[in-house]
């Protein structure tokens, strides 16, 4: 199914390495990936196991000890800085735990800054708004972050990703500030927004019930992937042995 598909991201033999006095820390172990375009794909793994620095590689925030990344066939670890600064600003959209908005901004305005920053000023406020309609905040547009639930912030930080159109869609826990139910609507809505809108969504998580979306799982521990599941059914299963 997949196979047929053009590859967005492809991830060759990365290993990321830290050093911290005397001590080298190995959070990448030679990570081989394939992310077809359109996928909405999981890594899924325990905190420690190397998945946000997996997805700064991709994203263009880090580059690796050793290996390559690929964007679009486009090889991004022999970019310059600013040719990666103009990446993150145009072709990546992030969403994250924390949600990072302005708090002394309105909904509109945080989802509008993300059109400013890459230089596109022309009707962001329209642009903004029909974005935020589209993940079912179009009658809070004018609200600050203090006035929004966690739920709503986090639709908010979806919006701000997806309204400049980007390539590859890139969140980092994104139901992990979330209770369970508010994370699975998460979850959800970023899964109808795939269909939507297309784009490439990698989600990082520890959160087994978020698997139930994707197309596929990638299980990292210790820095290596250890499987591919191109058929999720973990949580489906789980959830059958539960209820029996």
């Known amino acids: ?30 990570i081989n990936m394939e992310v077809f375009e359109g996928e909405f794909v999981v890594v899924l793994g325990p905190s420690g196991s190397g998945k946000t620095t997996l997805l700064n590689q991709i994203g263009g925030i880090d580059s690796p000890t050793k290996g390559r990344v690929k964007v679009h066939s486009e090889e991004i670890t022999q970019w310059t800085t600013g040719k990666l600064s103009e990446y993150r600003r145009n072709r990546v959209g992030w969403i994250f735990q924390f949600f990072n908005l302005i ?109 139930e979306k994707a197309d596929r799982v990638f299980h990292l521990m210790d820095g290596q992937i250890l499987s591919v599941d191109e058929t999720p059914s973990l949580y489906r299963n789980f959830k059958k042995v539960q209820e029996n």
């Open 103 to 211: 708090p002394s901004l309105r909904a509109w305005e945080n989802v509008a800054l993300a059109l400013e920053f890459k230089g596109e000023r022309k009707n962001m406020k329209t642009l903004a708004c029909d974005m935020l309609d589209a993940v079912g905040l179009g009658d809070k547009i004018n609200r600050f972050p203090s006035q929004l639930s966690g739920g709503e912030q986090q639709r908010v930080a979806i919006a701000r990703a997806l309204v400049k159109n980007p390539e590859i869609i890139v969140a980092d826990e994104p139901t992990g500030n979330l209770d369970f139910v508010t994370g699975q609507k998460i979850a959800d809505l970023m899964k109808e927004l795939n269909r939507k809108f297309g784009g490439t969504f990698i989600v990082v998580s520890h959160d087994l019930s978020i698997t």
């Open 1 to 30: 199914m997949a196979s047929s598909r053009a590859v967005a991201v492809e991830v060759s033999d990365v290993h990321r390495e830290f050093q911290i006095g005397d001590i080298a820390i190995k959070a990448l172990r030679g």
